[in-house]
């Protein structure tokens, strides 16, 4: 299936599919749902972590002021929290991705590993297909 076929397909689902995508953690999911979702994940954290740092954490250790860099880096972990929500959702993801390539969710702790664990995941939920016609967590989601 093309980008743009499955752009429009993930487009059109309805609220209760959306919901079961973002924050179930059964079924599949294919390559492309998981890079969408966690490229837009990116989109919203990476701009407002950069703009709060550069606000905040910057200036205050510029001006090495203790109680600044304090009260910034509360801020930022106050944010931190209010992010659990995306979260939750790339853990979510990630391990439906496990799913469609017939692993465990637990398979993730192998990003644990160093060096090598986090480009084993990247290169296993990124680039690998999924496994070809239903395994024991579900249907495959490309219905081959």
């Not at 304090?70 to 801020?75: E, G, I, M, P």
């Not at 160093?114 to 579900?138: A, D, K, M, Q, S």
């Amino acid at each position: 299936m093309r980008w743009h076929t499955q752009i429009a397909r993930i487009a059109s689902i309805g609220g209760d599919q959306v919901k079961s995508l973002l924050f179930s953690f059964q079924g599949r999911l294919n390559r492309a749902p998981y890079w969408y979702v966690h490229l837009a994940l990116a989109a919203i954290q990476f701009p407002i972590f950069g703009a709060l740092f550069a606000l905040l954490v910057y200036p205050a250790m510029e001006a090495r002021d203790m109680e600044a860099i304090q009260d910034a880096s509360r801020t930022m972990n106050l944010v931190g929290l209010l992010f659990l929500p995306m979260y939750w959702i790339s853990l979510a993801v990630t391990v439906k991705r496990c799913h469609d390539r017939g692993r465990s969710g637990w398979f993730i702790f192998i990003a644990l590993i160093p060096f090598i664990g986090v480009i084993w995941l990247l290169i296993e939920l990124g680039f690998l297909r999924g496994t070809t016609g239903p395994n024991r967590f579900g249907p495959d989601p490309l219905g081959a």
